[in-house]
């Protein structure tokens, strides 16, 4: 019977293509929107979480400074020492290692070619603390570090803009007014608000003095083992600093630690919070879908009634002609939700290339909004479906 039921409900459907069409178009775009919404939300959310994680997993950075909203009055904070580097790696339960950044922006040039590039001057625990493996080449020996050499690792984008298809290592570069051998490629990274790609890797006593002409050291990066607490590690660096740097008691901190993997937890609340909100606003088209059905189900219900009539006079009982009106209200709502998941795969597929994230096909949120689609169906058709199942046989034979 309902399989009969379900292929009356279609015939009738057919019959009326344009109208049926559009009554569910406000559940095709509900569906498609809110299956798209989480969809981009999902990827967009895992591509930040992937980059974040690229640049190195427990990984503190201090950097001087108060904050935002620092009186502009005060005088600066006075940079990092080498000093307090080395107190960190030896002083700090849970520290892997520790390296002084000592960054500038200068232009590199080979040949004909020249690029503006970041120079992060630094040690090869840099390279430890970030987990990264070398593209090509090798990294910096302790002899070079400790006599301040003109070596240097290129970034993916200084690789692509300065030497295209050609092999790096072995070559020289100039760096502003130095020269510089490039002994090493690193990984490619990506990036998050800027390119992390686009930075050249010099021991920071190079940069400090053929660059900078200082022994100022702006950042510390700092990677812990992740078998400790976070956060007391950060409250051990704070103490520390604050000792070495004379900060009173009633002072606060003139330097602040960020942590990536906070970092990476606020950006995915972030994200969760936005899908979230757009979802929701999306999803009111499927309660104006659902009002749609509703309506031309009444209008169906006064159009059929005399053939209600007909057949409840030969013996069809009142679950029947509600059992009717239901299926072909939650086959139109399904039909829309089918439509919707389709259209939601390739505007997904098409935003994702766009938006340069990861193409994801949830299966769970198909499913969930399928079945919601489904659901409305069945709500919204009651009430017409109720009131053809109450007709009177004799009242709907003499319906005009």
């Known amino acids: 019977m309902l399989l009969t039921t379900i292929l009356l409900s279609l015939r009738e459907i057919s019959r009326h293509k344009l109208r049926s069409f559009l009554t569910v178009l406000g559940v095709v775009i509900g569906v498609m929107s809110v299956v798209t919404m989480v969809t981009l939300g999902t990827a967009a959310g895992q591509s930040i979480q992937t980059q974040i994680a690229s640049l190195g997993s427990n990984l503190l950075t201090v950097v001087q400074g108060q904050g935002f909203g620092r009186g502009g009055g005060s005088a600066s904070p006075p940079p990092f020492k080498p000093e307090d580097v080395e107190a960190i790696r030896t002083q700090i339960a849970g520290v892997i290692a520790t390296a002084p950044q000592v960054q500038t922006s200068v232009t590199a040039v080979r040949n004909s070619a020249n690029w503006t590039v970041t120079v992060n001057g630094t040690t090869g625990d840099y390279l430890k603390g970030h987990q990264w493996v070398l593209a090509d080449g090798r990294p910096f020996s302790q002899n070079e570090e400790e006599a301040g050499k003109s070596v240097c690792l290129i970034g993916n984008t200084v690789r692509t803009n300065l030497y295209h298809s050609e092999q790096p290592v072995g070559t020289r570069i100039r760096l502003g007014n130095i020269s510089c051998e490039v002994i090493g490629a690193l990984p490619e990274i990506g990036g998050i608000g800027q390119d992390q790609d686009n930075v050249v890797l010099m021991p920071y006593k190079a940069v400090q003095r053929r660059l900078t002409g200082n022994r100022n050291i702006q950042m510390i990066m700092v990677a812990a083992d ?31 630690i960020f942590d990536t993997k906070q970092l990476s937890d606020s950006a995915a609340s972030a994200f969760g919070v936005i899908t979230g909100v757009v979802t929701a606003i999306a999803a009111i088209s499927l309660l104006v879908g659902g009002i749609g059905i509703m309506n031309i189900m009444l209008v169906s219900v006064t159009e059929r009634t005399r053939e209600i009539g007909i057949r409840l006079a030969i013996g069809a009982v ?44 949830l299966p769970k949120i198909n499913l969930i909004a399928f079945g919601i689609s489904a659901l ?25």
């Not at 399904?334 to 994230?357: E, F, K, T, Y």
């Open 226 to 256: 992740p078998h400790y607490d976070s956060k007391a590690i950060q409250e051990a660096i704070s103490a520390l600093l604050r000792e070495r740097r004379h900060i009173g008691p009633d002072k606060d901190d003139d330097f602040m």
């Open 318 to 361: 009142a679950r029947e002609v509600l059992l009717q009106f239901l299926v072909e209200a939650a086959v139109l709502s399904s039909l829309g939700g089918l439509i919707g998941l389709l259209l939601a795969l390739a505007a997904s597929a098409g935003l994702a290339a766009l938006m340069h994230v990861p193409f994801l096909w």
């Open 376 to 400: 409305i169906g069945v709500i919204f058709g009651y009430f017409p479906a109720r009131r053809a199942a109450s007709l009177n046989p004799i009242d709907a034979l003499r319906h005009e």
